[in-house]
């Protein structure tokens, strides 16, 4: 039986950082206000010139340099994003360019703010079914430029970022189980509506969302993924080492965390320094973990996400 490893992290977030503080410039918000309903303090945010390319590039060439591989080991390179660098060819094949991999399959998820965990189970089947070795898995988006700036229900939330991890197929767990929903008879909830057609943008480019209603959602369904990949594996939530939540809300996170009965001291939380960063949740927040020593080899990881569609998602790790 092939198992899919996690055999290294990496993570990237801009330099430009913008505080609370900063953000009270430029709309009418205040710090306090978004400590107590976001729990966020700061964002980082991509420079004008910077492309996703670059982010995803730093990301995935620290999660190579972790797992000791060689771009040519590389069988697949699949990349969650929103906010890809061009519409066609993907993100992942200018990735693929950039890294000198020839050959390799690359595509690109569109899945939002559970990008990361669509793609992560999609190369997992690739390498669980025996048709490749070894997968580059990137969440990646620069959020930051599908929201209006002066909208305080949205911008405040967001920022840019990418974090990526190397799979390899071995004999011992592993990614245990992945449980992918999706339901887009919520597609007006949460969306940027437009797209590019005849040259130009036609319709809204900006996000908009109903951020009671994603909130409600995000907690039920959450709470019901994570319950679903318990009962899948035999588990109950005690056994479970990290809750690696997508980071969007602190509430959200607390609100799912108490209706599973899972201590806060279990759970992963980045959003403070980072905001919502979309697909690249995630991989950051797994990748953060991991290097400050919270996560240890043998620990039982639940992912989970929940983003525009509605999609979302969990997968169970053994790392
Ligand atoms: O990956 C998924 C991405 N999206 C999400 O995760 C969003 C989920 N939803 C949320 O995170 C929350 O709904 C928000 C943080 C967006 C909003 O928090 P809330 O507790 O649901 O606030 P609210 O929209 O009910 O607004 C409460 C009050 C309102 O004032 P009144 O009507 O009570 O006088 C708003 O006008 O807060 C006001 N308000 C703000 N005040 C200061 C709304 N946004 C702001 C703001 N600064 N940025």
């Known amino acids: 039986m092939n198992y899919s490893c996690i055999i ?10 913008v505080s609370n503080k900063e953000l009270e410039q430029w ?32 990301a995935a060439r620290r999660a190579l340099d972790t797992a000791r591989c060689q771009v040519q080991q590389i069988d697949l390179i699949v990349l969650g994003t929103t906010t890809p660098d061009r519409v066609h060819p993907s993100t992942a094949c200018l990735l693929q360019a950039r ?18 965990i ?18 580059l898995v990137v969440g990646a988006d620069i959020y930051s430029r599908l929201v209006d700036w002066t909208d305080r229900n949205t ?39 437009g797209t590019v057609a005849q040259g130009r943008l036609q319709g809204d480019g900006f996000t908009k969302m109903q951020g009671n209603e994603v909130f409600k959602f995000a907690v039920k369904v959450l709470t019901e993924v994570v319950e679903e990949a318990l009962v899948a594996n035999h ?28 201590p806060m001291e279990k759970v992963v939380i980045t959003l403070a320094e ?40 969990s997968i169970l790790v053994k790392y």
Not at 99 to 116: E, K, R, T, W
Not at 165 to 189: F, N, T, W
């Open 99 to 116: 890294l000198g991999n020839h050959g390799a399959m690359a595509f690109d998820i569109q899945a939002v703010c559970s990008g990361f």
């Open 27 to 58: 709309v009418n918000t205040n710090d306090q206000w978004i400590i107590e309903r976001t729990g966020i303090l700061n964002r980082h945010l991509a420079a004008e010139g910077q492309d996703l390319c670059d982010l995803a590039e730093i």
């Open 8 to 17: 290294g992290t990496g993570g990237y977030l801009p330099e430009r950082c």
């Open 155 to 193: 911008c405040i939330l967001f920022g840019d970022g990418a974090g990526a991890v190397v799979l390899e197929a071995r004999q011992e767990p592993g990614i245990l189980s992945s449980h992918l929903h999706a339901d887009g008879a919520y597609k007006d909830v949460l969306t940027v509506s």
């Open 118 to 135: 669509y793609a992560l189970s999609i190369a997992d089947q690739f390498i669980k079914t025996g048709v490749i070795q070894t997968a």
């Open 274 to 313: 980072q905001g919502n960063t979309s697909a690249a949740s995630i991989p950051l927040a797994l990748d953060i973990a991991i290097r400050d020593g919270r996560i240890q080899r043998g620990h039982k990881l639940l992912l989970e996400a929940v983003g525009s569609g509605f999609t979302w998602g």
């Open 235 to 262: 588990l109950n939530i005690n056994d479970i080492d990290w809750l690696v939540p997508h980071q969007a809300n602190l509430r959200i996170i607390t609100a799912t965390a108490k209706k599973l009965g899972l």
